[in-house]
């Protein structure tokens, strides 16, 4: 634990002196391959960052805010394009827009209490799923991985949730979500578009399909350059969670993850292509309850079949479980060693 904080204090001091380099020097330097360039050491850097722990989460944490989402950004604002365009207004601002999945949000809406009760739900079934592991011995293996699938889920709305919070009380403004409810998904498009992770496809849009999509309308016809599109974005999105799998298992990639994420760019491609027939979407119409329980159900099948099996074989799933389970306990020791002293003044 010892050695971890001390990488962590590296880690934390090597990123801020990082992004307020690409705060103050690239902005002067013209946009394009010169920028770029200029950018470029940081970019390398950040694909390191994430060996420099040994545990699965610092790594996990690391390689998603800044192997992933600020390279994807910095690569973007290199050619002036992206969340960080136009530049935040200052240097703590494009610290957080860089590192973390948000961005500001152009037209707040009231908040309601909803989302504290959706979140207090979230947080009261990943302390079940945590209880569950004291019996996976007696669990069906399927059944096991898809609760290994669940729990990344539920941890990784719980992390972003209470990021959000943070950086919004410290910045001041409102943020928009990281999810809108994948669960309540009727379609892998609403799914992939509009629900999940909602920061990504605003930057892997611009950086990879809209290029992909233009060079491709060049040699084919719209239909197949969308669906080339789509299936690149895919392909470019299953390297980097490859990549992402590496960090945490220290393994040469499987190739498991990628295709999992060809296989919803292929259904998602399909599925646009049926759409596209009026007289069969007429005929077939779903319901959204059903359409819902496809959607859900083929992405946690499917992730559940190609996502979390290499982690279970490896081990990480083991000491992710572990090191959730340790960081809990902790928690609950600190919190009743305070109630013991507050109660000890009061009396």
């Known amino acids: 634990m010892e050695e971890e904080l001390k990488s962590l204090i590296k ?27 200029s950018v470029f050491p940081i970019l390398a850097l950040f694909l390191v960052l994430p060996l420099f722990f040994s545990t699965v989460h610092l790594s996990f944490i690391t390689a998603f805010f800044l192997t992933w989402l ?39 809406k009231p908040q309601t209490h909803l989302p504290i009760l959706v979140f207090a739900t979230k947080v009261a079934i990943f302390g079940v799923l945590l209880h569950l592991y004291d019996y996976k011995q007696t669990l069906p293996p399927l059944l096991l991985l898809g609760l290994y699938f669940l729990h990344l889920y539920l941890e990784i709305e719980i992390i972003l949730t209470l990021l959000k919070v943070f950086v919004s009380i410290s910045l001041g403004c409102d943020l928009e979500p990281q999810s809108n409810k994948p669960y309540l998904a009727t379609s892998l498009q609403d799914f992939w578009g509009r629900r999940w992770n909602i920061i ?66 292929v259904c998602l491609a399909a599925e646009l292509a049926v759409k596209k027939k009026t007289t069969v979407m007429q005929r077939w119409r779903l319901t959204p309850a059903v359409s819902r329980i496809l959607t859900v159900g083929f992405v946690f099948v499917t992730g559940s079949w190609l996502m979390t099996p290499q982690l279970a074989r490896s081990g990480v799933v083991e000491k992710y479980i572990n090191e959730a389970l340790f960081f809990v306990s902790f928690v609950k020791h600190k919190l009743f060693s305070l109630l013991g002293i507050f109660e000890t003044s009061v009396n």
């Open 70 to 108: 600020a390279n994807f950004k910095l690569i973007l604002f290199s050619f002036d394009k992206g969340p960080l365009i136009p530049i935040p207004s200052n240097l703590s601002r494009f610290l957080c827009f860089t590192c973390f999945p948000i961005k500001a949000q152009q037209n707040p």
């Open 200 to 265: 990504v496809p605003s930057i892997l849009r611009p950086a990879v399909y809209t290029p992909m999509r233009q060079v491709s309308e060049r040699r084919m016809s719209s239909d197949w350059a969308l669906f080339s599109g789509i299936l690149v974005t895919f392909i470019v999105s299953g390297l980097v969670h490859d990549l992402l799998f590496f960090y945490l298992t220290r393994e040469m990639p499987t190739g498991e993850v990628t295709l999992f994420f060809i296989l919803q760019g």
């Open 11 to 37: 880690v934390l001091l090597l990123t801020i002196i990082s992004i307020s380099y690409c705060y103050y020097l690239p902005p002067k330097i013209k946009p394009g391959l010169p920028r770029f360039l």
